[in-house]
T-cell receptor, first 111, second 116 residues
Framework: GESVGLHLPTLSVQEGDNSIINCAYS??????FIWYKQESGKGPQFIID?????DKRQGQRVTVLLNKTVKHLSLQIAATQPGDSAVYFC??????????FGKGTMLLVSP | NAGVMQNPRHLVRRRGQEARLRCSPM?????VYWYRQLPEEGLKFMVY????????ESGMPKERFSAEFPKEGPSILRIQQVVRGDSAAYFC??????????????FGEGSWLTVV
């Protein structure tokens, strides 16, 4: 089955810095990848997704990079703000109907 | 445009009681998923349903847990004879078409079950 791991449980940055959150997956057949943001007491909020036919996708202040060779996914947040403080999960499709989630990285942004 | 609606948001049950969690998908979405999140863990898939059909229940515990998505009304996740280990956040998600088409899956705000 699929396993998804995040490299760092906690990432502390200063406001204005760029943040990079990493994720590794195991199944080379996975073809759809999503980053979610979860604030305390709330549900996961969609941030950005990428399909396996791409290696980079940009949104507003966020970029997702996909390296299929090493099965690695990253989320870059530019000019991190206090409101970005949350737990970030990567999710990978791992079958017809399931997403496999990593355990999450807590991003702490200090002013 | 209402998102995925879940209720109750918080539920306390004594051991042995039943818990019923409800989920109304986003408008226009006919595919519903239930996930469970234990403290400081990622979300774990439980079940995927379409109207009146269970498509994939590979993540559901074999006993005490059941799910339905009737023709009318919300999807229901039912936990019978709850135990302390059932304490978790239960998230419902929905998508307009099946997950294999790569459609984004949107989550509700969750139902937090506490078993005392």
């Amino acid at each position: 089955g699929e396993s998804v791991g995040l490299h760092l449980p906690t990432l502390s940055v200063q406001e204005g810095d760029n943040s990079i959150i990493n994720c590794a997956y195991s199944n080379s057949a996975s073809d759809y990848f999503i980053w979610y943001k979860q604030e305390s007491g709330k549900g996961p909020q969609f941030i950005i997704d990428i399909r396996s036919n791409m290696d980079k996708r940009q949104g507003q202040r966020v970029t997702v990079l996909l390296n299929k060779t090493v099965k690695h996914l990253s989320l870059q947040i530019a000019a991190t703000q206090p409101g970005d403080s949350a737990v970030y999960f990567c999710a990978v499709n791992s079958g017809y109907s399931t997403l496999t989630f990593g355990k999450g990285t807590m991003l702490l942004v200090s002013p | 445009n209402a998102g995925v609606m879940q209720n109750p948001r918080h539920l306390v049950r004594r051991r042995g009681q039943e818990a019923r969690l409800r989920c109304s998908p986003m408008k226009g979405h006919s595919h519903v998923y239930w996930y469970r999140q234990l403290p400081e863990e990622g979300l774990k898939f439980m079940v995927y349903l379409q109207k009146e059909n269970i498509i994939d229940e590979s993540g559901m515990p074999k006993e005490r847990f059941s799910a339905e998505f009737p023709k009318e009304g919300p999807s229901i996740l039912r936990i019978q004879q709850v135990v302390r280990g059932d304490s978790a956040a239960y998230f419902c998600a929905s998508s307009p078409t099946g997950p294999d088409s790569g459609n984004t899956i949107y989550f509700g705000e969750g139902s937090w079950l506490t078993v005392v």
